[in-house]
């Protein structure tokens, strides 16, 4: 034995109490059952396809930020069926994991058939012990919300726009200049910059580490979405969907936060993101998708998915290959396919009209007659590709029926322009000569609503650089040139261009000229969310800035007589300047037009201003690092149709209270001029009695007579004597010699 004892340790060390320490550092092991949870709703299969189920159960978990492995899911299986029973437990690392998955997917859709339905392992001893008498909970205080459209309600129906300048957002009441004022300002409150929702509801910022909503009176955060370094973003039409963009990739950082709404591993690499707005919830990523050939240049075409307008799907493009639709909420594959297309390069989808959602109305009201639901329409087009021709399609969704074909040939590039009420579609498309050194355009426009869908050709010869719908209307306005700049425009070239407004001729059918402006430098439309008015704007251009204001039904009366002459009801209404305008919008009620001058493009004047429809200038601001206007949309009216025609028809009526409005409001400021009037009189009088006494004081200190301070001076007066000629009559005689 060694000296020391036995391996170096002494008998004294042996009879030292270590309890304390083992207490400080023993290892507890968590022995209950809080880190199962039971899922029913699960397919009834065979256990051929078992492999399957699982790892597809595993892919759905980890999507949602809640990972687990197939090797951790036990299936009870019923031997004398062979299959297993429709439920399944689910064996996470800890209860917070478990606590995290019960949250995010008890309710998920799994498939069309099968919803999960999910409880922790220990509830089931928790529900077989529960206390049969029921005990009423204490009533939870009442914390009312703010509505989130309380700012349709304003007394005055005031319109609201947003401005960012330097690093002060600010949004402001616009109305009546008396009743112009700030509703609500804040410093940094956005990174890059602002955006409105389609309906109004919420304002975007965009930060660093995300983008937040904000919205109510008092501009409190509604909602925030995880996506790092996030640059682009697109709402869904109806507020209930968002996508955002970031060109750096997805990045799941080791102990980054988990759950609904955080990327999970499998996301790495995507650089867009679908998101649910009401739960924040993240729905699917993808990766960025660019046309052929652009991949080098990076230039994403954006929105890169595009919405159905009911919000019940949403696609995107694969350039060359075919267009894939997904179903929401569930972010499927609609029909577990995608829609296979050759060549396919871009699509719309087709917009509901005002008539489209009358009818969905009318279906849904107690009592209706169903009809067969119009479904939704995609509108694509392919390039020519080797013996065949370029073509442009008509596809209903979901029933993926092709409703119209168009064979186009010696095309170079096609834009599909739908009218908002999805009426009219247009098809711009850029030709080539046989030689391909030359280039023109033709408008394909289809009348949707038509039976066989009809086609109207309308041949151009230059080129078209700028087109335009009406809304809600049959006229459309283009900008066109065959200025051999065109192509190259350098600093200081004025680019000459036309201006051509179509209407559809409803006896014949087809599109007419209703109007051409030659020799112009606009290269923009803008139209009236109303309809009729029109801005001509030329924009982005150093050297020219001018705006057109023009009415295309000032003669309505005289252009619904018969035989009245083509186009007799444009008007021009007025002409102003802008210097160096970079953007020009219309508010929502098509009654004043905003133009502003970013620094986000030159630093040469910026700032906005605010006109009426005339052309006449109601307010300019001139802002140092000025950045955006953006008008704050507004949602469609709830009024129907005949309380609308009711109002026109009373027109009379109603405008009597605001013309009785507008007279106190005149009224009130004449008093208030005359009185600011009256002030500055009496305190130049009052001045000039203060200097008459102090005048008087430095002639009495030099000894003279200082009467003058007591009695009010007289003044010398001067006689002017004027000589008036008058000619009474002038005659004029000729002396003939």
């Excluded at 297993?84 to 996470?92: A, Q, R």
């Excluded at 330097?166 to 509703?183: F, L, M, R, T, Y």
């Excluded at 029909?335 to 509901?352: A, N, Q, T």
């Excluded at 009224?667 to 009496?682: G, P």
Aim: net charge negative; with cysteine; glycine share 6%.
């Amino acid at each position: 034995m060694a000296p020391n004892g036995v391996n170096g340790v002494s008998h004294e060390d042996e009879a030292i109490d270590y309890s304390d320490i083992e207490a400080k550092y023993q290892v507890e092991y968590d022995e209950s059952l809080d880190n199962i949870l039971v899922v029913d709703g699960v397919p009834v299969i065979d256990k051929g396809k078992l492999e399957k189920l699982l790892q597809k159960i595993a892919k759905d978990f980890s999507r949602k930020g809640c990972p687990i492995k197939p090797e951790n899911i036990t299936v009870p299986w019923n031997d004398a069926t062979g299959k297993n029973k429709g439920y399944i437990f689910m064996e996470f690392k800890n209860a917070d994991d478990a606590s995290r998955a019960l949250v995010t997917m008890n309710g998920h859709q799994f498939d069309a058939k099968h919803a999960f339905m999910i409880n922790r392992f220990t509830d089931f001893e928790r529900y077989l012990n529960l206390d049969e008498v029921y005990h009423e909970p204490p009533p939870e205080e009442y914390k009312p919300k703010e509505h989130l459209r309380a700012w349709l309600g304003d007394p005055q129906g005031r319109d609201q726009y947003a401005t960012y300048r330097g690093d002060e957002v600010e949004v402001h009441w616009h109305g009546k200049p008396s009743q112009c004022e700030i509703a609500h300002s804040r410093p940094n409150w956005t990174d890059l910059y602002v955006s409105w929702s389609p309906l109004g509801t919420y304002m975007a910022t965009l930060h660093r580490p995300g983008m937040r909503l904000w919205g109510g009176p008092s501009w409190e955060p509604q909602q925030r979405f995880a996506h790092p370094l996030v640059k682009l973003i697109d709402f869904s039409p109806n507020e209930q969907y968002l996508v955002t963009w970031s060109y750096d990739p997805i990045v799941v950082r080791e102990g980054a936060e988990q759950g609904p709404q955080y990327f999970a591993p499998e996301d790495e690499g995507n650089n867009i993101a679908v998101w649910e707005i009401k739960t924040g919830h993240l729905l699917r990523t993808f990766p960025s998708a660019y046309a052929e050939g652009d991949e080098a240049k990076k230039q994403m075409p954006w929105p890169a998915l595009k919405w159905s307008p009911d919000d019940k799907f949403v696609a995107r493009v694969t350039p060359g290959q075919q267009i894939s639709v997904y179903e929401l909420p569930g972010m499927h594959l609609q029909g577990k396919k995608s829609i296979k297309i050759d060549g396919v390069v871009d699509f719309e989808w087709r917009p509901l009209g005002e008539k489209d959602r009358e009818d969905q109305e009318k279906d849904g009201k107690p009592g209706a007659k169903p009809k067969k639901a119009r479904e939704n329409m995609l509108a694509y087009w392919t390039p020519e590709v080797a013996n065949q021709p370029a073509r442009v399609t008509l596809s209903s969704f979901p029933g993926r029926e092709i409703l119209r074909q168009k064979n186009l040939f010696n095309v170079t590039e096609c834009k599909l322009y739908w009218q908002n009420q999805g009426d009219f579609l247009c098809v711009k498309v850029d030709r080539h000569t046989k030689t391909k050194k030359s280039i023109f355009c033709n408008l394909e426009i289809f009348r949707v609503r038509e039976k066989d869908f009809p086609v109207e050709i309308v041949e151009l010869k230059d080129t078209v650089t700028d087109f335009s719908w009406e809304p809600k209307g049959e006229r459309f306005a283009l900008v066109s040139s065959s200025d051999p700049n065109l192509g190259n425009p350098g600093p200081g070239i004025t680019i000459k261009t036309d201006v051509s407004f179509y209407q559809l001729d409803r006896a014949k059918g087809d599109f007419k000229p209703l109007k051409t402006l030659p020799a112009r430098t606009s290269n923009t439309v803008r139209w009236s969310p109303r309809g009729r008015h029109v801005v001509l704007a030329t924009v982005g251009s150093s050297s020219k800035s001018e705006l057109e204001f023009w009415d295309l039904d000032f003669t309505a009366d005289e252009t619904r007589r018969e035989g009245a002459p083509w186009g007799t009801g444009i008007q021009h209404l007025g002409t102003a300047d802008h210097y160096a305008v970079t953007d020009a919008e219309w508010d929502p009620s098509g009654r004043y037009l905003a133009t502003s001058a970013s620094a986000w493009r030159h630093t040469l004047e910026n700032g906005y201003a605010i006109w009426d429809f005339r052309g006449q200038e109601l307010e300019k601001h001139i802002l140092d690092r000025f950045k955006q206007f953006l008008w704050r949309p507004r949602p469609p009216t709830l009024l129907t149709k005949e309380q609308q025609r009711l109002i026109r028809r009373n027109l009379k009526e109603f405008s009597r209270v605001f013309d009785e409005e507008d007279a106190a409001e005149e009224s009130n400021v004449s008093a208030e001029l005359i009185a600011h009037r009256k002030r500055l009189v009496d305190e130049w009088n009052a001045w000039r009695l203060r200097c008459l006494e102090e005048v008087a004081e430095e002639r009495r200190k030099r000894g003279k007579k200082a009467d003058t301070a007591d009695k009010p001076v007289e003044e010398e007066k001067e006689e002017i004597e004027v000589w008036v000629d008058e000619v009474i009559e002038q005659i004029e005689e000729e002396v003939v010699e």
